[in-house]
């Protein structure tokens, strides 16, 4: 069965320092993963996806991911953070079943103080 | 224009009625989804169509549920509402998923309901 962790509820960091929200994955074949970020009261937005061959994938608002196939790993990232940026952050992973269903991660709350 | 619209937003109702939620989707797509939000931010999938046929039921209490009048609309009708059934419901809406699995889904804003 596909699942997707996301072993941190909570990252803090500050306004211009990198970021990063960690994911890992299991899945038995390709993996097809996403990243969304929810703001409060709002639905979820898309950020990026893994597409097969790019092990750095760029997305919307300056967030990146890293896919690295032998840690089982997509952490999303950005170089410099802002308030802004202050978020609910799930992490997704496309069942292979024929369900095609998106399972997602527990969500990692990001913090960034000004 | 919104790409994914339901309504309402916000519901708050009594145990034991009966409520719908409709969704609305102007993107073409084929296939459309219903997911739970929990208050723990929990988001777990309950229904999937594609082309008006149902293809995901997830172990929901058969008192939910879906219909599909056409393939942009997705409804979710509850009966007989329960405390537990508080939550935020998210429509969303894919492309194919048969022929792109690496297709984004594109979700509302969400309806909050509170059963009281």
């Known amino acids: 069965a596909q699942s997707v962790a996301q072993p941190e509820d909570q990252v803090n960091v500050a306004e211009g320092n990198p970021l990063t929200v960690k994911c890992t994955y299991s899945?038995?074949?390709?993996?097809?993963l996403f990243w969304y970020v929810q703001y409060p009261n709002r639905g979820l937005q898309f950020l990026l996806k893994?597409?097969?061959?790019?092990?750095l994938v760029k997305g919307s608002y300056g967030f990146e991911a890293e896919f690295n196939k032998s840690q089982t790993s997509f952490h999303l990232k950005k170089p410099s953070a802002l308030v802004s940026d202050s978020a609910l952050y799930f992490c997704?992973?496309?069942?292979?079943?024929?369900?095609?269903?998106?399972?997602f991660g527990s969500g990692t709350r990001l913090l960034v103080r000004p | 224009d919104t790409a994914v619209s339901q309504t309402p937003k916000y519901l708050v109702t009594q145990m034991g009625n009966d409520k719908s939620i409709k969704c609305e989707q102007n993107?073409?797509?084929?296939?459309m989804y219903w997911y739970k939000q929990d208050s723990k931010k929990f988001l777990k999938i309950m229904f999937s169509?594609?082309?008006?046929?149902?293809?995901i039921n997830e172990t929901v209490p058969n008192r939910f549920s879906p219909k599909s009048p056409d393939k942009a609309h997705l409804n979710l009708h509850i009966n007989s509402l329960e405390l537990g059934d508080s939550a935020v419901y998210f429509c969303?809406?894919?492309?194919?998923?048969?022929?792109?699995?690496?297709?984004?889904?594109?979700f509302g804003q969400g309806t909050r309901l509170t059963v009281v």
């Open positions: 893994y597409i097969t061959g790019d092990n």
């Open positions: 997704a992973v496309r069942a292979l079943d024929s369900s095609y269903k998106l399972i």
């Open positions: 899945v038995s074949g390709n993996p097809y």
């Open positions: 169509y594609n082309n008006k046929e149902l293809i």
């Open positions: 993107l073409g797509h084929d296939t």
């Open positions: 969303a809406s894919s492309q194919d998923l048969g022929r792109n699995m690496n297709t984004e889904a594109f």
